[in-house]
């Protein structure tokens, strides 16, 4: 990889991190025991279950590829790269949202695994807010 200014690698390192997401969370499902979970619900509900995760999983894809083959596109204060870097860092913030005050863990697994799992995973999200947060700031020309 060229040597980049510091922004684009920090753009490069969250989609990195993105896709590591996307990796594990293919681990979810068996995690989570979504197969036996679902299997009581109606066929269309599981249908659009497993439809909005693969939206979820895709999304989540996307902004990883992106981020790691064009990261100064994602940074050069085009309106695009203003929409693209406003619209992932919403996104990220409110996935900070969900996980700190939608979730109910209270039938999540138990043990100092999943803990550590769930630290790293609001972890990241903080991370990916903070850096899309700063290409959307310095797309907007409030970061130099």
């Keep these: 990889m060229p040597a980049m200014p510091l922004l684009s690698l920090l753009v490069w390192l969250a989609g990195a991190g993105q896709l590591v997401l996307v990796a594990a969370s293919t681990t979810i499902p068996r995690v989570l025991g979504w197969h036996e979970e679902l299997r009581v619900l109606r066929s ?79 972890l990241l999200f903080v991370g990916l807010t903070g850096v899309y947060g700063a290409a959307l700031a310095h797309n907007l020309g409030l970061l130099r």
């Excluded at 509900?45 to 596109?73: D, E």
């Excluded at 999943?114 to 995973?121: K, R, T």
Aim: hydrophobic share 60%.
């Design 44 to 122: 269309l509900t599981r249908q659009v279950f497993w439809n909005y995760a693969g939206y979820i999983l895709m999304t989540n894809f996307w902004f990883g590829l992106i981020s790691v083959t064009i990261p100064g596109a994602l940074v050069d204060r085009s309106p695009l790269a203003v929409a693209v870097t406003a619209f992932i860092t919403l996104y990220w913030a409110v996935r900070i949202a969900v996980q700190l005050f939608y979730f109910d863990r209270s039938s999540a697994p138990s043990g100092r695994l999943f803990a550590a799992a769930e630290a790293a995973l609001l």
